[in-house]
DNA sequence: GTTTAGATCAACT
DNA sequence: GTTGATCTAAACG
């Protein structure tokens, strides 16, 4: 098993910070750079180029109108990153819910679109040192749930790696839904 | 050849 | 009703 995974189980339980927003990570897929063709770096352009750099950068992409993130884990010779699915909104939830409209606060930031919605994060962010204070970053472990690991959702491509790590029973968890022509 | 914007639709809530 | 590491086409360098 690729060492992104156990990268991607590391964050899990951990905050992240958006724009006003704290989030404590429920839901992450592991993403194996040129051994993953679901990966974007899977082919080395300037877009995916940040997946070739220093580790604790953000990545982000659009899909479907809406926003993506991913922490650019490493190890950097494998150009791996950690796409953020779903969290639980702890601290200025009353900003994620201005942002998300009427959800449920369980909803608030499930699923990948959701997520940066509620945290504000946009391709503005992209590129961001998730290190420093400002304005998007990763915080301290709050907790260590059980993990519980499955396919990653949505995927064409390798679609039976089972590289999606999630908070057992955690109701914040995106469902998993498979690719039609997977 | 690459990137971005918009759209689509099966499976979800 | 909502969502999305898909898909296509047009714009870019």
Redesign the pocket.
Known sequence: MPEVTERARDLVGRLLHGHGVVARITEV?A?GGIEDP???AF?R????EIMYGPPWRL?V??????H?A?VVTGPTEQAA?V?I?AGEIVEGIEVARQRRGP?ADH?LAR?????TKALGIT?LDLGTDLLEPVPVYLGERVDRPTLVAGP??????NADAPWRFWAEDDPTV????????A
């Open positions: 897929e993403y679901a990966s974007h082919v352009t300037p877009r995916s990545y992409y659009r899909i479907h109108g809406h993506a991913n990153a796409l699915r959800v909803a699923g990948p679109g959701n997520f391709s990653r959702v949505g995927v064409r491509l995106s469902a998993y839904r498979r690719h039609p022509r």
